[in-house]
T-cell receptor, first 118, second 111 residues
């Protein structure tokens, strides 16, 4: 149980295009999902907290117009990187909080999406 | 000072060794503690979740929490080459707050 999927697993795009990443909780409902960014050999950096049916809460320094987050259902959140540039190239990982399982404070992570902007 | 301190390693051990991974923290409000394993180019995988002080065992893994010392540990018995990965500690206070991660420790188990 507590499986989170992400799609696509990797994407290469041209500078200036927009890229959408999907995050799904497969066997539980997630009212709260999180989006992280991870650079090589570094820990995870929280970008935003996504709550179903409401606006996302962005961490300081994260441009909300650049990284659009939509959490339209209890099992799906999307991250859209708008007008992507090479500096946006990174590993993006989502997670979901499962309140029905071990405890409401733990998060289950997706497999990640590797974005390369040329 | 970071809220959570974790030695990044790398930690290199022979196969079969007992591995000890540790984190210290400064925020006494942290109540929930987790250990994640992350293989290269993959998302973190939840290994252990603990709430109270004391030990919790799951197979070859034992998580230990000492709230009085603000210190948590993960022990891996009979380590295997497949255990080679980065181990992240994470913690949070109650009320649905965000997780705070350690830097991650790179573990290498040599056969």
């Amino acid at each position: 149980g507590a499986v989170v999927s992400q799609h696509p697993s990797w994407v290469i795009c041209k500078s200036g295009t927009s890229v959408k990443i999907e995050c799904r909780s497969l066997d539980f409902q997630a009212t709260t999902m999180f989006w992280y960014r991870q650079f090589p050999k570094q820990s995870l950096m929280l970008m935003a907290t996504s709550n179903e049916g409401s606006k996302a809460t962005y961490e300081q320094g994260v441009e909300k117009d650049k990284f659009l987050i939509n959490h339209a259902s209890l099992t799906l959140s999307t991250l859209t990187v708008t007008s992507a540039h090479p500096e946006d190239s990174s590993f993006y990982i989502c997670s979901a909080r499962d309140y029905s399982g071990l405890g409401g404070e733990t998060q289950y992570f997706g497999p990640g999406t590797r974005l390369l902007v040329l | 000072q970071k809220e959570v301190e974790q030695d990044p390693g790398p930690l290199s051990v022979p196969e079969g060794a007992i591995v000890s991974l540790n984190c210290t923290y400064s925020n006494s409000a942290f109540q929930y503690f987790m250990w994640y394993r992350q293989y290269s180019r993959k998302g973190p995988e939840l290994l252990m979740y603990t709430y109270s002080s004391g030990n919790k065992e799951d197979g070859r893994f034992t998580a230990q929490v000492d709230k009085s010392s603000k210190y948590i540990s993960l022990f891996i018995r009979d380590s295997q080459p497949s255990d080679s990965a980065t181990y992240l500690c994470a913690m949070t206070s109650s009320g649905g707050n965000k997780l705070v991660f350690g830097a991650g420790t790179i573990l290498r188990v040599k056969s």
